[in-house]
């Protein structure tokens, strides 16, 4: 088990470096112009050498900041970050257990507080507002992230993300739920603090956000922790709504394809407006889930009569 864990640690990692890459690549391409291309082959060792750079740069501390929460805030995020993927459903079964809905939900509510600690540490006035715009966002996403999964779960009848596997043999629930699965991945992109929901870290209106005041090994984690969490939602997606054949090649494809929508949406869309995007999901996502929640209430309880 500590070997898996291992292994599974590696390969996120590795998959938060090359995604880095695909990024910028992507970006380069939208804006008619080369990625990285000079460090190795094509530009392939390019995350490697950011690596070694943001590990080797100083670290700065503020001299007003509250040193340890300030220096811990981003290893809290990372290892949250990382944490999350405990709940996916592994081959050999490793801690694939009855409730991992529940726990991912769990896992990913407590990230927020280490974005606020890590503004509000930081003692300066625009990590603080990064940060308090990020704590009312991710609260007012976490919501219709539940509502909208609940029909989900109402439909499998389990906690278990295993089960998301053989519910949808057939049919996938993207085609069963069409407009919850775009609410989904709305609501996604604004968990990540994604283009166009990346309030937390305005450029144009708050220097970089809740994390101006990091430099080196902390902004590198909460840079790792960004993406990771990119990967793992975009993993929970596959598994969801796009069939979660978690054992083929097909899965992996969809996952990579996912992910580049990420990007290609920060390469295409500006930045949302704050009102408008509490707007969008208290007085759209809301009532829209809540409606959606009781037709597949209905649902379940015909399929359930009929079988009986």
Do not use: H
Not at 12 to 36: D, H, N, S
């Amino acid at each position: 088990m500590v070997l898996i864990f291992i292994i599974l640690i590696v390969g996120i990692l590795v998959g938060v470096a090359f995604l880095t890459l695909m990024e910028r690549k992507i970006l380069g391409y939208i804006q008619v112009r080369k990625g990285p291309n000079k460090v190795g082959y094509m530009g392939i060792l390019q995350p490697f050498g950011d690596a070694i750079k943001l590990f080797s740069k100083e670290q700065i501390f503020p001299y007003m900041s509250n040193i340890l929460i300030f220096i811990f805030s981003p290893i809290l995020n990372l290892l949250l970050s990382l944490f999350l993927w405990l709940s996916v459903p592994f081959y050999c079964y490793y801690l694939n257990f009855n409730f991992s809905v529940l726990f991912f939900f769990s896992i990913s509510s407590l990230g927020v507080y280490t974005i606020m600690m890590s503004g509000w540490s930081s003692n300066s006035n625009y990590s603080l507002l990064g940060s308090l715009r990020s704590v009312a966002q991710t609260i007012s996403y976490e919501v219709s992230m539940f509502l909208i999964l609940l029909s989900f779960l109402v439909l499998t009848l389990s906690l278990n993300l295993y089960d998301f596997i053989y519910y949808q043999k057939f049919i996938w629930f993207l085609f069963l739920n069409l407009p919850l699965s775009i609410m989904w991945f709305i609501s996604s992109l604004a968990e990540t603090n994604r283009t166009p929901f990346d309030f937390a870290e305005g450029e144009s209106e708050l220097v970089s956000g809740f994390n101006v005041e990091y430099s080196g090994v902390g902004f590198a984690f909460i840079f790792m922790a960004e993406y990771s969490n990119i990967l793992f939602m975009s993993m929970i997606s596959v598994l969801i709504i796009l069939g979660g054949d978690f054992y083929s090649w097909f899965f992996f494809m969809k996952l990579v394809f996912l992910s580049f929508l990420w990007i290609w949406i920060r390469g295409t869309l500006p930045r949302y407006r704050y009102d408008k995007l509490m707007y969008l999901t208290w007085k759209v996502f809301l009532p829209v889930s809540l409606n959606f929640f009781m037709f597949n209430m209905g649902l379940s309880l015909i399929i359930m009569v009929y079988i009986i």
